[in-house]
Nanobody, 122 residues
Framework: QVQVVESGGGLVQAGGSLGLSCVVS????????MGWYRQAPGKQRELVAI???????KYADSVKGRFTISGGSVKNTRNLQMTNLKPEDTAVYYC????????????????WGQGTQVTVSS
């Protein structure tokens, strides 16, 4: 079974910074795309950032210039460094991984973590 585990969530004041990490294990095939989504109360799950194994990135407009996705020191890992956090960034952040192709997106057929809560106080 493929396992996706997020870590690093917590409580931070507006304007502060927080780093998230994601690790994928148990995969049979190479992970081509990994990224972060988030879901705030009462809202749909939305893209935050994606990074492919080839270095292609995609960011939500709302986080450009504030969030940075990067590869971790271990293969099949991703980090999300969040700066200048705003209360509207409060959400459960989910890591996703895809091994089928290099499409910059994910669905239920891909691998998802359980999420980590990020709360930004005003």
């Amino acid at each position: 079974q493929v396992q996706v585990v997020e870590s690093g969530g917590g409580l931070v004041q507006a304007g502060g910074s927080l780093g998230l990490s994601c690790v994928v294990s148990g995969n049979r095939f190479s992970i081509n795309v990994m990224g972060w989504y988030r879901q705030a109360p009462g809202k749909q799950r939305e893209l935050v950032a994606i990074l492919t194994s080839g270095g292609t990135t995609k960011y939500a407009d709302s986080v450009k210039g504030r969030f940075t996705i990067s590869g971790g020191s271990v293969k099949n890992t991703r980090n999300l460094q969040m700066t200048n956090l705003k209360p509207e960034d409060t959400a459960v952040y989910y890591c996703a991984a895809r091994d089928k192709d290099y499409r910059l997106g994910f669905d239920d057929d891909d691998y998802w973590g359980q999420g980590t809560q990020v709360t930004v106080s005003s």
